[in-house]
Nanobody, 124 residues
Framework: QVQLVESGGGLVQAGGSLRLSCAAS????????MGWFRQAPGKEREFVAS????????YYAYSVKGRFTISRDNAKNTVYLQMNSLKPEDTAVYYC?????????????????WGQGTQVTVSS
């Protein structure tokens, strides 16, 4: 069984930064791609970013490209999401997820395991 635990969320002013972390346990973290998704109140869960098993490839939603950076440390079984230049529309619960494969995935159905989520609130 895989467990994913997110941390690092909080309240920040527009233009500020936050770094989310997701610690994984339970199986070979380094063998699978990872992703970050988010869900705002009243909206569907949406893809934010994905990183391949090695960290060599990354992919971002258009809305966050150039502002967010996904990275991973396979020695620490942890994936990160550095969020800069935050906007009020970035307010959501952020979830990390472990994919069923090794390459980048943008569809939520490609992910087998999910964390409990961490709240990010950006004030204007």
């Amino acid at each position: 069984q895989v467990q994913l635990v997110e941390s690092g969320g909080g309240l920040v002013q527009a233009g500020g930064s936050l770094r989310l972390s997701c610690a994984a346990s339970g199986r070979s973290f380094s063998s699978y791609a990872m992703g970050w998704f988010r869900q705002a109140p009243g909206k569907e869960r949406e893809f934010v970013a994905s990183i391949s098993w090695s960290g060599g490839s990354t992919y971002y939603a258009y809305s966050v490209k150039g502002r967010f950076t996904i990275s991973r440390d396979n020695a620490k079984n942890t994936v990160y999401l550095q969020m800069n230049s935050l906007k009020p529309e970035d307010t959501a619960v952020y979830y990390c997820a472990e994919s069923s494969g090794r390459t980048i995935a943008t569809y939520y159905g490609d992910y087998n395991y999910w964390g409990q989520g961490t709240q990010v609130t950006v004030s204007s």
